[in-house]
């Protein structure tokens, strides 16, 4: 399958494994980029650029294909070293850059002069347009069902795919609820060239955490997972778990004189405790209302090789055989 997306970033399958803290590590991004998709480094998880630097070597040690750093920029008071983490990526030889965030504009100079392509993830038509016109190549569409960082317009994919794509020139991938062929074949009908998963990459072979958090998104429905931090308007979809209650009840105790050290112990710092040593109830942890589609653990070639054969078995048999009249193929 080629698409505008595929051309971009040279990769064989639409498919791109958004940047993850604490479980976007070399394992994971190269699996994926050597199954034909586009694995990212989340670039933050690591605490210095050194060990970024580190971590793109290690990458490149395990494949030999495409794969790209995330770079999230965040509203927090001291900054990360962001310009020492772009001489990271640039250094490292990586050329495929996904910026998340706030507004990255300041440092695409740079990037684009050494010939970075940039792909911006953000979570509303307007925040799309302002990513082309300050030169972003191309664009994950993150809807309000997506594991993370929603934004607060609460617009689902149904609806935000097909407006991007009538204000976009710009390729963009679905983002948000992604999770098999169905899901790649409705991005591509609504005018996306891929689609950026994130909670179904957790739930594979190769993704370097406890198996904990497997078999809790594996076990979680599309029930699960809540929203904090609203009142901070820096909501984020969470799994449900003890940590997210304490959250919640505090948030309405609080009302509106909420502040952010009141959630302090349940949010920050938590994910190395989560992911790595999968103590699932310590704190909050993005998971998508996609959890309820994923139902197993296979490695990432096998998950992006069954979506690209069933994504080809729904186009040529399913929707190909409505048209041509023949009786319908199961999704
Ligand atoms: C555990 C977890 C951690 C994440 N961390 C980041 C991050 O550090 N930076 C970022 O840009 N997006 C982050 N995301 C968002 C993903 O890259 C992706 O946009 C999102 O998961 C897509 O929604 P889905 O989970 O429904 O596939 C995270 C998502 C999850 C599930």
Same mark, same amino acid.
């Given at each position: 399958?080629?698409?505008?997306i595929? +051309?971009l ?6 498919? /791109?494994?958004?940047?993850?803290? %604490?479980?976007?590590?070399?394992? *994971?991004?190269?699996?994926?980029s050597?199954? &034909? ?12 650029? #050194?060990? *970024? ?8 040690? *395990? ?18 070293? %962001?310009?020492? %983490?772009?001489?990271? @990526? @640039?250094?490292?030889? =990586? ?31 307007r925040?799309?347009?302002?990513? +082309? ?14 594991? &993370? ?9 149904? /609806? ?30 609504? &005018? ?11 739930a594979?072979? +190769? ?5 904990? =958090? ?30 997210? #209650?304490?959250?919640?009840?505090? +948030? ?29 109830d ?9 959890? &309820? ?8 070639? #096998?998950? /992006?090789?069954?979506?690209?054969? #069933?994504?080809?078995?729904? /186009?040529?048999?399913?929707?190909e ?11």
């Amino acid at each position: 399958m080629k698409t505008r997306i595929t +051309e971009l970033f040279g990769i064989e399958h639409p498919i /791109i494994q958004g940047g993850m803290h %604490y479980v976007g590590f070399a394992e *994971l991004a190269a699996a994926v980029s050597n199954a &034909g998709g586009l694995g990212i480094i989340t670039g933050l998880t690591q605490k210095t650029p #050194e060990d *970024l630097a580190r971590e793109i070597a290690r990458c490149r040690a *395990l494949t030999d294909k495409p794969f790209g750093v995330n770079l999230t920029f965040l509203p927090t008071v001291t900054a990360p070293d %962001y310009p020492g %983490y772009i001489d990271a @990526i @640039i250094d490292g030889g =990586v050329r495929i850059v996904e910026t998340a965030g706030r507004n990255p504009e300041a440092h695409l100079p740079k990037l684009k002069e050494a010939g970075c392509r940039i792909i911006h993830k953000c979570t509303s038509v307007r925040h799309s347009l302002k990513a +082309e016109a300050i030169g972003c190549d191309a664009v994950s569409v993150d809807g309000f069902e997506c594991g &993370g960082h929603p934004g607060e317009d609460d617009v689902p994919n149904m /609806i935000l795919l097909p407006r991007a794509a009538e204000e976009l020139k710009i390729p963009f991938v679905a983002s948000g609820g992604m999770a098999d062929a169905r899901s790649l074949v409705a991005a591509l009908a609504m &005018g996306a060239e891929g689609m950026n998963m994130g909670t179904r990459f957790i739930a594979t072979k +190769e993704a370097p955490v406890h198996e904990n =958090v497997k078999k809790a998104i594996v076990a979680a429905s599309e029930l699960d997972t809540r929203l904090v931090m609203r009142p901070l308007r820096n909501t984020e979809r969470v799994l449900n778990n003890a940590a997210a #209650e304490k959250v919640l009840a505090t +948030e309405r105790e609080k009302g509106a004189e909420l502040k952010f050290e009141d959630i302090l112990q349940e949010v920050a710092g938590v994910y190395p405790k989560i992911m790595l040593d999968g103590d699932m109830d310590v704190g909050v942890w993005s998971c998508g209302m996609v959890a &309820g589609l994923i139902h197993d653990i296979p490695t990432c070639k #096998e998950l /992006i090789d069954r979506i690209m054969s #069933e994504a080809d078995t729904i /186009i040529r048999q399913r929707l190909e055989g409505m048209l041509g009249g023949a009786p319908a193929v199961a999704a």
